[in-house]
T-cell receptor, first 113, second 114 residues
Framework: DAGVTQSPTHLIKTRGQQVTLRCSPK?????VSWYQQALGQGPQFIFQ???????QRGNFPDRFSGHQFPNYSSELNVNALWLGDSALYLC????????????FGSGTRLTVV | AQSVTQLGSHVSVSEGALVLLRCNYS??????LFWYVQYPNQGLQLLLK??????LVKGINGFEAEFKKSETSFHLTKPSAHMSDAAEYFC????????????FGRGTSLIVHP
């Protein structure tokens, strides 16, 4: 049973560019959440998608946007990249509310130069 | 709103010694509490969770945690550390009556000496 799959694993972008990260949830899960983890910090919640809609959003600017597809997979888009966007981006999936815990992917390491 | 505080950014123990990682939470409603482990260059793996059942929760790899409401704590313990336990550990809290989206602490790095 595949867990959460994220692609790509590593990415280098230049300031001002745009990036798209992808996530396939664990089988049986219908909700996808995205987190940003800066070096030496805990994960910070970006947003959550359920039934193809953004259900909740953390304290991130509109440069961060997402999408969920009918097969529950999801994309995270970041426009106008800043150096400060360099981080590990984690995707987590869950069933509905996720009150029994989330399953995390291995993340995408984004470096902005 | 909810938050967690993990006391100590680094904890160092000898192999075979007791592991104690501290977590205090703040929550306006009864919380759900979680411990996750992160190995280098990997995502987070759920160790254990408290969801208002038994206050002593047993997880994977010999870890356990006790929910103490009076102390607003959810410390993680393991009787005997193994070299393979060296990793980053995150405590997280979510609201039991809301969206369940977990808020994470800053993490504690566990270092195990031979």
């Amino acid at each position: 049973d595949a867990g959460v799959t994220q692609s790509p694993t590593h990415l280098i972008k230049t300031r001002g560019q745009q990036v798209t990260l992808r996530c396939s949830p664990k089988s049986g899960h219908d909700t996808v959440s995205w987190y940003q983890q800066a070096l030496g910090q805990g994960p910070q919640f970006i947003f959550q998608y359920y039934e193809e809609e953004e259900r909740q959003r953390g304290n991130f600017p509109d440069r961060f946007s997402g999408h969920q597809f009918p097969n529950y997979s999801s994309e995270l888009n970041v426009n106008a990249l800043w150096l400060g966007d360099s981080a590990l981006y984690l995707c987590a999936s869950s069933f509905r509310t996720g009150n029994y815990g989330y399953t995390f992917g291995s993340g995408t390491r984004l470096t902005v130069v | 709103a909810q938050s967690v505080t993990q006391l100590g950014s680094h904890v160092s123990v000898s192999e075979g010694a007791l592991v104690l990682l501290r977590c205090n939470y703040s929550s306006s409603v009864p919380p759900y509490l979680f411990w996750y482990v992160q190995y280098p260059n990997q995502g987070l793996q759920l160790l254990l969770k408290y969801t208002s059942a038994a206050t002593l929760v047993k997880g994977i790899n010999g870890f356990e945690a006790e929910f103490k409401k009076s102390e607003t704590s959810f410390h993680l313990t393991k009787p005997s550390a193994h070299m393979s336990d060296a990793a980053e550990y995150f405590c997280a809290v979510s609201l039991s009556g809301g969206s369940y989206i977990p808020t994470f602490g800053r993490g504690t790095s566990l270092i195990v000496h031979p």
